[in-house]
């Protein structure tokens, strides 16, 4: 089975600054997707970013880039220039690609993100 | 477009009573998800259903927890007779033949 771990359960950052989160993952198979999601107070799970482990080039979306190092199974995150917006609680989460039978999320257990202004 | 609905968002009842939870997915979105959110904790998966076909429910706790996704569209989860460890975030989700996961708002559940 896949497990996800976020050893990092709490960090703050001064706004405008940038922040990494770490997730390190554990699985046998080759082909899989990973994924970040920021859930703020609302508790609405948002996809911020999204890396294909076939693809050796790092998903980037603006503030949002990701350090993907597939043989030490590892996935950062990174947030530039940081904004209160972006305090919330951050998941990384793994899945199974569509049709391989297991299309669930596995997520670690968060990362509180605090932007202090 | 609109996203997941999810009602409730808040429910609050005593031990032993019924609940049930509502979701209607992103319109054309044939994959739902159930997921339990524990405090501080990540979401687990409950139950995922392909159309009306419930895939994977082997972490659904069958002697009180049911679902039901009649039409292939909405769904309801339901915990017959609840009990106090099942205060939880109940979060529905849906995607497109199983790529990304869109989520809804949740329903935060409280026993008493």
């Known amino acids: 089975a896949q497990t996800v771990t976020q050893s990092q359960p709490e960090m703050s950052v001064q706004e405008a600054e940038t922040v990494t989160l770490s997730c390190t993952y554990d699985?046998?198979?080759?082909?899989?997707?990973l994924f970040w999601y920021k859930q703020p107070p609302s508790r609405q799970m948002i996809l911020v970013i999204r890396?294909?482990?076939?693809?050796?080039q790092n998903a980037t979306e603006n503030r949002f880039s990701v350090n993907f190092q597939k043989a030490a199974k590892s996935f950062s995150l990174k947030i530039s220039d940081s904004q209160l917006g972006d305090t919330a609680m951050y998941f990384c989460?793994?899945?199974?690609?569509?049709?391989?039978?297991?299309?669930?999320?596995?997520f670690g257990t968060g990362t509180r993100l605090t932007i202090i202004p | 477009e609109a996203g997941v609905v999810q009602s409730p968002r808040y429910k609050i009842i005593e031990k032993k009573q019924p609940v049930a939870f509502w979701c209607n997915p992103i319109?054309?979105?044939?994959?739902l998800y159930w997921y339990l959110q524990n405090l501080g904790q990540g979401p687990e998966l409950l139950i995922r259903?392909?159309?009306?076909?419930?895939?994977?429910d082997s972490q659904l706790p069958k002697d009180r927890f049911s679902a039901e996704r009649l039409k292939g569209v909405d769904s309801t989860l339901k915990i017959q007779p609840a009990e106090l460890g099942d205060s939880a975030v109940y979060l529905c989700?849906?995607?497109?033949?199983?790529?990304?996961?869109?989520f809804g708002p949740g329903t935060r559940l409280t026993v008493t």
């Open positions: 259903y392909e159309n009306e076909e419930a895939v994977d």
């Open positions: 319109s054309g979105h044939n994959t």
């Open positions: 890396q294909e482990a076939y693809k050796q």
């Open positions: 989700a849906s995607s497109l033949a199983g790529n990304e996961q869109y």
């Open positions: 989460a793994f899945m199974n690609p569509p049709n391989f039978g297991n299309e669930k999320l596995t």
């Open positions: 699985t046998s198979e080759n082909n899989y997707y």
